[in-house]
């Protein structure tokens, strides 16, 4: 395993090498590679099918890779040896369809984590977690059953779920597309406090708009490769691929 | 599909309906009671009075000794439990990561739900001794306790269905976001996935438990005195052939009242968690 005191903040906290991966016959990334850096903002867009939400599982280990190689603080995460909680903890995810837990109320979704896998007593969990809640601007619906509210809301309260096991990554899939236009806002505002503070972020969206003003690096994804990347000033502007010149045009 | 067939259930089994069997049963009774006093020109005491005499037998068994309708029930309560209790862990076999384990609990759950349950009975009276010597206690096991394990068999491979029905009916994405979050497999397992799936399970599980205590009447076969024992028991003192239909309609109603509304709150229930959509 490699040592983590051979990571240094200075290096990409995520660094993908030539990623392969299939699903039976079908081949969804066909060798990806880029780094991200800590406290960057990364977007990935690009048409559906592309393996973008697969790209994101592979990077807390949800999905296995075929080849290549995937390090996240300098650790190599498809290690046989590596502890996939250890960079679980690291790693936090939000989903598109929220996946919160129906049985427990947000505030105890948000502090459930915390005091079962990092074994925090439940009094400090708890203050944290409204903490959380106040964070992502939820204060009065700690009680609320996921059932109980908006998409939108939801979607906070995952976020805060997340934020609650204090990750050093967060990784966004298309944490806006099951939303209605109106809320869409609120989960950007959001993401965009979490990326002011610094936090590092993958996200996979829709939002061009969000992209282009958070994000640091814009990566555009097709049939399993990278085709373009950029800052988003020279992204948008001036995409040489046709591809990339294609999708643009029909999304903004 | 279920919700649709629980509610064409529901339609049928009003309390009208309820009430219009027990008239029809009342109505039998009645006239049979008629037709003996014809015939016997009331020499004999009538067959209600029969029956009245011979019930508080037939639902407690006989005095200072457990048995009738009453110890159906008790089969009953405690082949469901062991039979959860049985299938649960069954159920999380089948869906275990480990091969080998979920190869024997699926070899092990289809044997046990696909064999007659009378069969299994006779299996179980054969195979188990009528004591066990554990660390110099000799515990005796009578045979009433080893007909609830036989029928405590059948009862477990069908809760294990239910078990793994139910855990695979959550979405993954419940695994998935749990997973992000660092739990282990126990630790989704007990704390996500089987709470969201007690509800599921409840409504087959309450149906299972009804057809259990229709099945009670079996173990009478492996010589327990349960109510249909003491039934033929009566009729054999008895010696009156004009006994044999309302006695059997006597006894068909004990499990009637006990097991209709079981089976009414498990098509409510069905109805409140069935899932929308």
């Not at chain 1, 995520?14 to 406290?39: A, C, I, Q, T």
């Not at chain 1, 984590?113 to 977690?129: D, F, M, N, S, W």
């Not at chain 1, 096991?165 to 236009?181: G, K, Q, Y």
């Not at chain 1, 691929?241 to 999304?251: V, Y």
Request: charged share 20%.
């Amino acid at each position: 395993m490699t040592d983590i005191a051979a990571w240094t903040p200075e290096q990409p906290i995520v660094s993908l090498d030539d990623v392969h991966k299939s699903f039976g016959n079908n081949e969804v990334l066909k060798g990806v590679s880029f780094d991200v850096r800590k406290g960057e903002v990364v977007c990935i867009i690009g048409p559906s099918g592309s393996g973008k939400s697969t790209l994101l599982r592979c990077v807390n280990a949800l999905v296995p890779i075929d080849r290549g190689s995937i390090k996240v603080e300098g650790r190599e995460v498809h290690d046989p040896a590596l502890d996939k909680l250890e960079l679980r903890r690291k790693v936090g995810m939000v989903f598109q369809q929220y996946n919160l837990f129906p049985h427990k109320s947000a505030l105890e979704n948000v502090m459930m984590a915390p005091v079962l896998v990092l074994k925090r007593p439940k009094g400090e969990a708890e203050a944290e977690a409204r903490q959380l809640m106040r964070k992502v601007r939820l204060e009065g619906k700690e009680d609320a059953y996921p059932g109980e509210l908006s998409g939108g809301e939801q979607q906070r309260v995952a976020i805060a779920r997340s934020l609650a096991m204090d990750p050093d990554i967060m990784l966004f899939d298309e944490v806006t597309s099951a939303l209605d236009p109106e809320t869409v806002k609120e989960v950007l505002a959001t993401i965009r406090v979490l990326a002011e503070e610094g936090m590092t972020c993958m996200l996979v969206t829709h939002e061009m708009g969000f992209a282009r003003e958070l994000g640091d690096h814009i990566y555009f994804t097709d049939r399993g490769v990278i085709v373009e990347h950029g800052p988003p000033a020279t992204f948008f502007t001036s995409a040489s691929d046709p591809r990339t010149r294609a999708f643009l045009s029909q999304i903004l | 599909m279920t919700a649709d067939t629980s509610w064409k259930l529901s339609a049928t089994l009003t309390p009208r309906f309820l009430l219009g069997v027990l008239a029809l049963l009342a109505l039998v009774v009645v006239a049979g009671e008629a037709w003996a006093q014809l015939q016997m020109g009331g020499s004999r005491s009538g067959i209600l009075a029969t029956l009245w005499k011979w019930t508080p037998l037939l639902l407690v068994g006989p005095p200072r000794e457990f048995g009738g309708f009453a110890l159906n029930i008790a089969v009953s309560f405690l082949a469901m439990a062991i039979g959860t209790v049985g299938g649960l862990v069954l159920g999380l076999g089948l869906i275990s990561h480990f091969v080998p384990l979920r190869h024997v609990s699926w070899l092990m759950t289809q044997f046990f739900r696909n064999s007659p349950w009378l069969v299994l009975l006779f299996f179980v009276m054969l195979l188990t001794p009528f004591q066990l010597r554990l660390f110099g206690l000799t515990i005796p096991l009578p045979a009433w306790l080893k007909a609830t394990f036989g029928l405590s068999l059948p009862i477990m491979a069908n809760v294990a269905e239910i078990v793994r029905g139910a855990v695979n009916s959550i979405p993954t994405a419940q695994w998935e976001s749990a997973e992000s979050l660092a739990f282990s497999r126990m630790q989704t397992l007990w704390r996500i996935i089987l709470p969201q799936c007690v509800k599921r399970m409840i409504p087959p599980w309450m149906n299972w438990y009804c057809i259990l205590t229709m099945s009670t009447p079996l173990i009478s076969i492996v010589g327990v005195n349960d109510s249909m024992t003491l039934t033929q028991d009566a009729l054999a003192a008895e010696q009156r052939t004009e006994l044999l239909m309302p006695m059997y309609l006597m006894l068909l109603c004990f499990f009637f009242v006990y097991c209709y509304p079981i089976a009414r709150w498990t098509i409510r229930l069905e109805r409140k968690y069935a899932v929308r959509g």
